[in-house]
């Protein structure tokens, strides 16, 4: 077994790679990396090492060391294409990142945590409840019109963009977030959830989850 797996239990963009890692049927270890409160994991001289951003995800598969979820999947997607998560065809495969990317450079940087505990600290006021609900609106909206009618975001095929989007609605659910406006989104995303891979790579299945 040569792949890597950095990850947390409850980090969406280390929950996408582990999904798409599933998918792909690729033998791998995952190897826990704390970022809760007290322990801070990612911030330690071991880790820090490894990855100077100090965040999760972080992939090694032989000679290769890198973070960015999406530096992670765009490279299994072109070192192990036995099972492809892009379309071979344009227009529609730069439609599934143009979907990645709505979700991995605008929406879920807003809310990851270390910026929610930022505005809190900073200046003394907790942006979970609004803050989460104004961008999540703001994103899924636009999701929700270049979603097709299913099975899946982009037809009958699994691609990259189911493997973003349901990571990203497990948050909003977490934080309570309505999502009733976003009918083929949440279609999507149970359909997804039925699957295997999308299963063993949730968060409460992870070694690391609390009471495993």
Known sequence: ?????YSYWRSSAAYRVRIALNFKGLDHEIVPVSL??????????????KNPQMLVPFLEDGELAVGQSMAMLEYLEETYSEVKLLPESQPLRSRVRAFCNA?????????????LQYIKTEFGKDPEGHWYGH??????????TLAS??????????????ALL???????????????EYPKLLATVDRC????????????????????
């Open 135 to 144: 961008w999540i609106s703001e994103g899924f909206t636009a999701l929700e």
């Open 103 to 115: 979700i991995a450079c605008d929406i879920h940087p807003l809310l990851n945590l270390r910026v």
């Open 193 to 212: 959830n039925q699957l295997k891979a999308f299963k063993d790579a949730a968060p409460e299945r992870q070694q690391d989850a609390p009471g495993r």
């Open 1 to 5: 077994m040569s792949i890597k797996l």
């Open 36 to 49: 809760a409160p007290g322990e801070a994991e990612h911030r330690k001289t071991a880790y820090r090492e």
């Open 149 to 162: 009618d299913g099975p899946y975001v982009f037809g009958k095929d699994i691609s990259l963009a189911d």
């Open 166 to 180: 349901v990571p990203q609605i497990y948050n909003a659910r977490r934080f309570e977030i309505p999502l009733h």
